[in-house]
C-alpha cells in the first residue's frame, strides 16, 4: 500500500520501521517540526521519527497545520491508500481524515475507551490499572472515539512509563502490520459507551510528591513519571527526583526520614527510594548518592 506516515516520538518509530520492513511503500512521514533543544535549549532539534525517516531516505512534512488549503492539497498530492498516525501531535482536521482512499488508522496507546487523550500510559499508571494494551482505531473527528478494528493487551505490573510506552510501541507496531494485512476483512467495531476516560496532558505540578499520600500512590507516581520528567520532592531545597521506589511497611510523620536509607513516612506506609536523580547529576542508586550525602532518620523533608 502506499502509505503516509504520521508520528513524532520515539513510541512512533517501530511503526514506521515495521511499514517500510512489511514491503508497504511510506510515500512520506508527517511530523512535528524541530523544536528548541540540546544543552543550552536553543537548538533546534528534529523530533525521533524526522530522524528516522531521514535514515530511511523517506520524503518529510513538518506543517505547523494542516487546515489551511495549501497543507491539504500537498497531502492530496501523495495519492497515499491509508495514512497510519502514531502520536502525531496534530488535529488531523476532516479534509485530511477523507482524502487517503482507506482513510487514516491511529496506533492508541489504551484499551479503548479507556484513557482517551494525549498520557494514556502515564495516566493507566497513577490509576493503579492492572492491565493496558494498544487499540487500532479508524480516525474521525473526536477525541480518540473512532471505531476499533484491533487490540492488544499487556499486564502493567511494576512497569515505568519509559519501559511500557517501549512494549507498546512495539505492541501497537506489530498490530499495525496485522490489520494492513487484511484490512479488507476487518470489521471495524464502534467503542462501547460504557468505561470512558480521559487522558489529560501532564501537568508539571503533577510531579511533586506529596508525603501526606500514600505510598502506594507515590509509588506509582515514580513510575508513571520516570524517566522524564521525574517525580521529585525537595531535599535539604533543592530538587530530587525519585526514578525508582519500594513500599515499605512502615509508619511515621509524614515527610520524615525513617532510617538512614532515604525510607520516607507517608500518610500511609512509607516510600524507599531505589534511584534518584539530584539537581544537575546524572541518575544513580539511592546508597550510592548517600555515601557522599548521608542522611540521618528523624530529618523532615520540606
Same mark, same amino acid.
Given at each position: 500500500?502506499?502509505?503516509?506516515?504520521?508520528?513524532?516520538?520515539?513510541?512512533?518509530?517501530?511503526?514506521?520501521?515495521?511499514?517500510?520492513?512489511g514491503?508497504?511503500?511510506?510515500v512520506a512521514?508527517?511530523?512535528?517540526p524541530?523544536r528548541p533543544?540540546g544543552?543550552?535549549?536553543?537548538?533546534l532539534?528534529?523530533?525521533p521519527?524526522q530522524?528516522?525517516?531521514?535514515e530511511?531516505?523517506?520524503?518529510?512534512?513538518?506543517?505547523?497545520?494542516?487546515?489551511?488549503?495549501?497543507?491539504?492539497?500537498?497531502?492530496?498530492?501523495f495519492?497515499a491508500d491509508?495514512?497510519v498516525?502514531a502520536?502525531?501531535?496534530?488535529?488531523?482536521?476532516?479534509?485530511?481524515l477523507?482524502?487517503p482512499?482507506?482513510?487514516?488508522?491511529?496506533?492508541h496507546?489504551?484499551?479503548?475507551?479507556?484513557? &482517551?487523550? =494525549?498520557?494514556?500510559?502515564? %495516566?493507566?499508571?497513577? !490509576?493503579g490499572d492492572? @492491565?493496558? *494494551?494498544?487499540?487500532?482505531?479508524?480516525?474521525?473527528?473526536?477525541?480518540d472515539?473512532?471505531?476499533?478494528l484491533?487490540?492488544?493487551?499487556?499486564?502493567?505490573?511494576d512497569?515505568?512509563?519509559?519501559?511500557?510506552?517501549?512494549?507498546?510501541?512495539?505492541?501497537?507496531?506489530?498490530?499495525?502490520?496485522e490489520?494492513?494485512a487484511?484490512?479488507?476483512a476487518?470489521q471495524?467495531e464502534?467503542?462501547?459507551?460504557?468505561?470512558?476516560?480521559?487522558?489529560?496532558k501532564?501537568?508539571?505540578?503533577?510531579?511533586?510528591l506529596d508525603?501526606? &499520600?500514600? =505510598?502506594?500512590l507515590?509509588? %506509582?507516581?515514580?513510575? !508513571?513519571?520516570?524517566? @522524564?520528567? *521525574?517525580?521529585?520532592?525537595?531535599?535539604?531545597g533543592?530538587?530530587?527526583k525519585?526514578?525508582?521506589?519500594?513500599?515499605?511497611?512502615r509508619?511515621?510523620?509524614?515527610?520524615t526520614?525513617?532510617?538512614?536509607?532515604?525510607t520516607?513516612?507517608?500518610?500511609?506506609?512509607?516510600?524507599?527510594?531505589?534511584?534518584v536523580q539530584?539537581?544537575?547529576?546524572?541518575?544513580m542508586?539511592?546508597?550510592?548518592?548517600l555515601?557522599?550525602?548521608p542522611?540521618?532518620?528523624?530529618?523532615?523533608?520540606?
Open positions: 500500500m502506499r502509505v503516509v506516515f504520521m508520528g513524532t516520538p520515539t513510541f512512533a518509530v517501530p511503526a514506521l520501521d515495521a511499514l517500510v520492513e514491503g508497504h511503500d511510506v512521514v508527517y511530523t512535528q524541530p533543544g544543552r543550552r535549549g536553543q537548538e532539534t528534529p523530533s521519527i530522524r528516522r525517516a531521514h530511511l531516505g523517506i520524503t518529510v512534512c513538518s506543517p505547523t497545520t494542516l487546515r489551511d488549503l495549501a497543507a491539504q492539497a500537498h497531502f492530496a498530492g495519492e491509508i495514512a498516525v502520536a502525531y501531535g496534530l488535529i488531523l482536521p476532516q479534509a485530511i477523507d482524502t482512499a482507506h482513510g487514516c488508522l491511529n496506533i496507546a489504551s484499551l479503548l475507551p479507556a484513557w &482517551r487523550g =494525549a498520557a494514556p500510559i502515564q %495516566r493507566a499508571i497513577l !490509576a492492572s @492491565v493496558t *494494551g494498544v487499540t487500532i482505531m479508524r480516525m474521525e473527528a473526536g477525541l472515539t473512532g471505531p476499533m484491533a487490540t492488544a493487551r499487556t499486564p502493567v505490573g512497569k515505568t512509563a519509559g519501559v511500557l510506552t517501549a512494549e507498546l510501541a512495539e505492541l501497537g507496531a506489530h498490530l499495525m502490520i490489520v494492513l487484511d484490512l479488507p476487518r471495524p464502534p467503542q462501547p459507551e460504557l468505561g470512558v476516560t480521559y487522558a489529560r501532564i501537568d508539571k505540578a503533577e510531579t511533586r508525603f501526606t &499520600r500514600s =505510598a502506594d507515590l509509588e %506509582r507516581q515514580v513510575r !508513571a513519571f520516570a524517566p @522524564v520528567p *521525574g517525580a521529585w520532592f525537595l531535599l535539604e533543592e530538587r530530587c525519585i526514578l525508582a521506589a519500594d513500599v515499605v511497611n509508619e511515621g510523620a509524614p515527610g526520614l525513617l532510617d538512614d536509607e532515604l520516607i513516612a507517608c500518610g500511609f506506609g512509607a516510600l524507599r527510594p531505589l534511584v539530584r539537581a544537575g547529576q546524572k541518575a542508586p539511592t546508597v550510592e548518592m555515601r557522599g550525602r542522611m540521618q532518620a528523624g530529618m523532615r523533608l520540606s
